[in-house]
């Protein structure tokens, strides 16, 4: 089956700094990617939509400034956590849409794990 | 906000059958139901998926009611590894938002 791998799967920062987490389709073209955000024993947070080439669409209350995504091919999406602090420590996971499938599986990725210090 | 209401947990016994309900009275004509699990710190698997009919596949049946006011995800014969949060959600795009979902415990 289709597979979206996500890199790094685990990450540790310090306060300031940013840090990039990617989303690949490895075995075909995502013309919509999706991230969400997960905090411990809670749900999927959907953060944002991302469509290959425009500007990602963010749901309401995720800063655009904060988590910069950029959808620039049909196999890649990245999410960039900027100045990250540590309430942003959180488990990042995105999904993959071919579009106009049949199977209703959306696919999603491993998963990146974020601790800031 | 989710469209779905889920019991926060259920345990199952290894080799039964686990049968999570899911109610979702307000989900309109064209709107399918999903069904995806998340063993701890991993992404979510898809699982099932349905409009109107009953489905099945290797993994699991799902029963929709004739009103499609609420569904059945039926694991039949459950297993250590089917521990898992499993969550049940309605919509028609890629665009999936995720309930609370229920905490299935398999035991043995």
């Known amino acids: 089956g289709a597979v979206v791998s996500q890199h790094p799967s685990w990450v540790i920062c310090k306060s300031g700094t940013s840090v990039k987490i990617e989303c690949r389709s490895l075995d075909f073209q995502a013309t919509t990617m999706f991230w969400y955000r997960q905090f411990p024993k809670q749900s999927l947070m959907l953060m944002a939509t991302?469509?290959?080439?425009?500007?990602?669409?963010?749901e309401q209350g995720v800063e655009k400034d904060k988590f910069l995504i950029n959808h620039a091919s049909l196999t890649l999406s990245t999410l960039t956590v900027t100045s990250a602090h540590p309430e942003d420590s959180s488990f990042y996971i995105c999904s993959a849409s071919a579009g106009g499938r049949d199977t209703g599986e959306l696919f999603f990725g491993e998963g990146s794990r974020l601790t800031v210090l | 906000d989710a469209k779905t209401t889920q019991p926060p947990s259920m345990d199952c016994a290894e080799g039964r059958a686990a049968n999570l309900p899911c109610n979702h009275s307000?989900?309109?004509?064209?709107?399918?139901v999903y069904w995806y699990r998340q063993i701890h710190s991993q992404g979510p698997q898809y699982i099932i998926h349905?409009?109107?009919n009953n489905e099945t596949n290797e993994m699991a049946s799902l029963i929709i009611t004739e009103d499609r006011k609420s569904s059945t995800l039926i694991l039949p014969h459950a297993t250590l590894r089917d521990t898992a949060v499993y969550y049940c959600i309605v919509g028609n795009t890629d665009k999936l938002i995720f309930g609370t979902g229920t905490r299935l415990q398999v035991f043995p």
């Open positions: 991302s469509n290959e080439g425009s500007k990602a669409t963010y």
């Open positions: 349905g409009l109107k």
């Open positions: 307000t989900i309109s004509g064209n709107e399918y």
